[in-house]
């Protein structure tokens, strides 16, 4: 649509000029695109492509939008909104002739429509407009582009928008017949390490029926080193995406885990409902994404900010409401808080399913977190992982200061210490039980909000992540903050490095077994506790 409306802005604009602007467009290319066969309506519109005439790019976006007509005559007629029509070869505005039909166009004429367009976008002011040009032009096999691409690269600045004009300039030149310039092509696509050219340099390098494909020996060895060099290249990419992703895996785990650190090395407490506390997390987004869009709709690219602290506070208050009321009652008692706990999960992912529906909810991320930032060919960091790994981070610090640096955090570390020499100096350990087990629940709710953007957001979200958590916390050392860092990074870090070989289910049990003999020869994890707590 929007295409359409500047089409019609560009002819309003370009009827007020004088006739001989629209001269450019020779008589013999309107008729062959008014009356021609496909191929020769593919012809035109190529040669309309590489024209310097802003009226050649006019019609193109016309017949592209539908808005382009023929009269028997080869007389071609741009419609407006008012029902008018634009003669293209003259720049009169009369009624729409009767006998005009619309030029229909197969997908033979889009892909040309779509080339021609894309040459003319390498002439744009915006940089990302070029880029996007010449992206879609380095697949084309149209060797008529090639000065085109030539002339664009000489006056191109940005390194980005030069290196796709390379790698189409280079896909033209390996149909030259002149072995030097094969030459050039091929170790500029090695040098620029475009994996998707990786099967057409391979091919140079094979015979077919006795004869080398490639009859230049300099240039076979030229492909086999570009393929070598993508291998490497691909290889790369891999590990460090791998690494990323391990990154933005741990995070989650991270979020997870330390709110369940807490709880865990405060009260022994096993939570089986702790996964359920990252649903809550995640639905309260869903429900201030909701709010904004229909009270605030100008402000929803911010509703992520918003529900921070609504999801914090609100599975804070279920976490301090089921200490009050459950847990509190099952101190010391392990086996009756795993069934309570189980249980109550249950109870919260039914709710969950009554108040919202059994189906998956949509979270959006919001405008600065879409999209992500290419730190080489073939690896974009997208901004919601990055988002996740760095408020993990923070999430941490806070959980650090708030520990080391508040009469709350010296009560939770007494306590977990040694709890009946704090009962007995005054540290009121019951009301401390139930803010620590609300912060626990918070930061898992923390979680939700980060899981949001990465992923769907349903009932059984939470379920998903409890063994992990779990996994992350005896591997770390109960209670132990740094533990619970390096075991959440570490263990997210392995298991994206094992999934491309074994799969995501041998993954999680090859990272299983690795725990378990790990913890054979160190049972109190990575940190050991400090205090009387490890008896």
Not at 58 to 63: E, K, N, Q, S, Y
Not at 150 to 178: F, H, W
Not at 505 to 528: E, H, S, T, W, Y
Request: aromatic fraction near 6%; charged fraction near 15%.
């Amino acid at each position: 649509m929007l295409h359409r409306w500047a089409a019609v802005l560009a002819l309003s604009v370009l009827a007020w000029l004088p006739q001989q602007s629209h001269a450019a467009l020779e008589a013999g290319l309107l008729q062959q695109l008014a009356t021609g066969s496909i191929s020769a309506r593919a012809d035109a519109i190529a040669s309309m492509g590489l024209l310097d005439d802003p009226m050649a790019e006019t019609v193109l976006r016309a017949m592209q939008d539908g808005l382009l007509r023929a009269t028997p005559d080869g007389q071609l007629w741009i419609e407006q909104p008012d029902g008018s029509a634009t003669n293209v070869a003259n720049g009169a505005i009369t009624a729409m002739p009767g006998d005009a039909r619309r030029i229909t166009i197969n997908n033979r004429l889009r892909r040309a429509l779509a080339l021609a367009l894309a040459t003319k976008q390498l002439h744009a002011q915006d940089s990302q407009q070029r880029l996007a040009a010449a992206q879609q032009l380095r697949n084309s096999d149209d060797t008529q582009l090639l000065p085109a691409i030539q002339a664009a690269l000489q006056r191109e600045s940005n390194a980005r928008v030069r290196d796709a004009l390379e790698v189409a300039k280079a896909n033209l030149e390996l149909q030259s017949s002149d072995s030097a310039t094969r030459l050039q092509a091929v170790q500029t696509l090695g040098r620029l390490k475009d994996a998707s050219f990786r099967s057409a340099l391979e091919a140079l390098t094979r015979q077919e029926g006795g004869q080398w494909r490639e009859p230049d020996a300099e240039v076979r060895a030229a492909a086999a080193q570009a393929v070598a060099a993508i291998d490497a290249h691909v290889r790369t990419v891999q590990w460090v995406g791998n690494a990323f992703y391990g990154l933005s895996l741990g995070s989650v785990l991270l979020l997870a885990a330390l709110g369940l650190a807490i709880i865990f090395g405060l009260m022994g407490v096993i939570n089986m409902a702790h996964g359920e506390f990252l649903m809550i997390g995640a639905y309260a987004t869903y429900v201030v994404q909701m709010a904004f869009r229909q009270w605030a709709p100008g402000w929803l690219d911010w509703y992520v900010i918003a529900a921070l602290p609504v999801a914090f506070v609100a599975t804070a208050c279920v976490g301090m409401v089921l200490e009050r009321t459950v847990i509190r009652w099952l101190y010391g008692r392990p086996l009756e808080t795993l069934l309570a706990t189980w249980g109550i999960s249950l109870i919260l992912m039914q709710a969950v399913r009554s108040l919202f529906g059994a189906q998956n909810v949509e979270v959006a991320n919001p405008g600065w977190l879409s999209g992500g930032v290419e730190v080489m060919n073939g690896l974009v960091l997208s901004y919601n992982r990055l988002a996740v790994i760095a408020f993990s981070l923070l999430v941490v610090l806070f959980v650090w200061l708030l520990l080391n640096h508040t009469r709350l955090g010296l009560f939770v570390r007494a306590i977990t210490q040694n709890r009946r020499m704090a009962d007995c100096v005054g540290v009121p350990t019951g009301r401390v039980d139930m803010l620590t087990f609300g912060l626990g629940a918070g930061i898992a709710g923390l979680g939700g909000v980060a899981l949001s953007q990465l992923g769907n957001v349903g009932p059984d979200l939470g379920r998903a992540y409890i063994i992990d958590s779990f996994m992350v916390v005896v591997l770390g050392g109960v209670g132990q903050l740094a533990g619970t860092v390096i075991a959440a990074f570490g263990l997210g870090a392995i298991g994206k490095f094992i999934e491309p070989f074994s799969g995501a289910v041998l993954a999680k049990i090859a990272i299983l077994v690795l725990i378990v003999l790990f913890i054979q020869k160190r049972p109190q994890g990575l940190f050991a506790p400090k205090g009387r707590s490890v008896e």
